[in-house]
């Protein structure tokens, strides 16, 4: 096994070793191959998990035959981080991705109206993000893929209604992500030793938050629920609070933009690289190219905790917005 695999592979190899459905095992293969950096001491490892993907599709392809097609609930992760919507139905879980992509979801007061995942792409400072609609939480029948697809999540938003049953769509809605091994990533301390459970980011987007009386309905309902998860009102009809949703989204994903500098030239300010908080240097030059990843002896940065074109090692933590020039 290579060395100095990232920390997106193993959580990746966590996701992949926990899959339920052949569709969930290709997507986390897919995204550990994306996470490994190119070189030859990985030749290995990526010829591996390439025979392991093309097991797996060509497992699946046998028993669905030839006509049919892949797994709707197999999706493709894009952008910097993947965000699942889910809730009980008439919650808004379809209104919020028409408002925040271009995703054109069907979307009706009768309840059960989204029958598949429908994903879409959200711009967030100025990073692309991955939202997916999914169908309603139900309690009488849900496609076990559905769980596998938040399984691949770096965020959940549940949904409620805070004009409807907020505390009864709640209680339902953690429940059944319960039943299947799923809990908010606060709520450790439920688990019992043997228990095997995924641990996800939860963030409650509480709708229908339209006006002044509405947020004392909030208010109440943040002061009597006894669940320690973070909350948000917000109103897509009215469009209240929709661009403070998508900071705490990005707050949640727990990622950092970084910008390049090629020496002697201007740093590219439009298109950052994306990595995770508390990621170094030699991290960030393997987002960069694998030639770096190899090479690098030392990089300069410019912004937080370092003087301007500050020499630092490979080992040097970044933070946001820093720009990196690399030297090999």
């Not at 429908?118 to 990073?127: F, K, N, R, V, Y």
């Not at 769980?147 to 959940?156: C, G, Q």
């Not at 994903?253 to 240097?281: C, H, M, Q, W």
Request: with cysteine; charged share 30%; aromatic share 6%.
């Amino acid at each position: 096994m290579p060395t100095n695999l990232p920390p997106e592979y193993f959580s990746a190899d966590k996701k992949y070793r926990e899959a339920e459905s052949a569709s969930a095992k290709i997507s986390a293969l897919e995204e550990m191959m994306s996470t490994i950096p190119k070189h030859k001491g990985t030749d290995k490892l990526r010829a591996d998990l390439r025979r392991k993907i093309s097991k797996l599709k060509s497992d699946r392809q046998k028993k669905k035959g030839a006509t049919k097609h892949e797994s709707e609930y197999h999706i493709e992760k894009e952008g910097a981080g993947r965000i699942v919507i889910v809730g009980k139905p008439n919650v808004g879980k379809s209104s919020l991705l028409a408002h925040l992509t271009h995703a054109t979801p069907k979307i009706s007061e009768s309840p059960f109206t989204t029958w598949q995942p429908l994903p879409g792409m959200t711009t967030i400072e100025d990073i692309q993000v991955q939202l997916i609609d999914t169908p309603p939480l139900n309690e009488e029948h849900i496609e076990p893929e559905l769980f596998d697809l938040m399984r691949t999540s770096d965020l959940i938003l549940i949904m409620v209604d805070l004009q409807a049953t907020p505390f009864q769509q709640l209680e339902d809605s953690l429940a059944i992500l319960k039943e299947h091994k799923i809990l908010p990533i606060n709520r450790s301390g439920e688990i019992d030793k043997y228990q095997q459970v995924n641990l996800l980011p939860v963030l409650v987007v509480v709708n229908k938050d339209d006006d002044d009386r509405c947020d004392e309905d909030f208010e109440v309902f943040k002061e009597l629920l006894e669940i320690d998860l973070p909350l948000i009102p917000i109103s897509i009809t009215k469009e209240r609070s929709i661009e403070k949703l998508k900071t705490i989204i990005f707050d949640k994903l727990e990622i950092i933009r970084i910008y390049s500098k090629p020496p002697g030239k201007e740093a590219d300010l439009t298109k950052p690289f994306v990595v995770k908080k508390g990621s170094n240097v030699e991290e960030f030059a393997g987002k960069v190219h694998h030639d770096f990843y190899q090479k690098l002896k030392t990089a300069r940065v410019w912004g937080s905790n370092v003087f301007d074109g500050q020499l630092v090692g490979r080992d040097h933590v970044l933070h946001d917005k820093d720009i990196v020039e690399l030297h090999l």
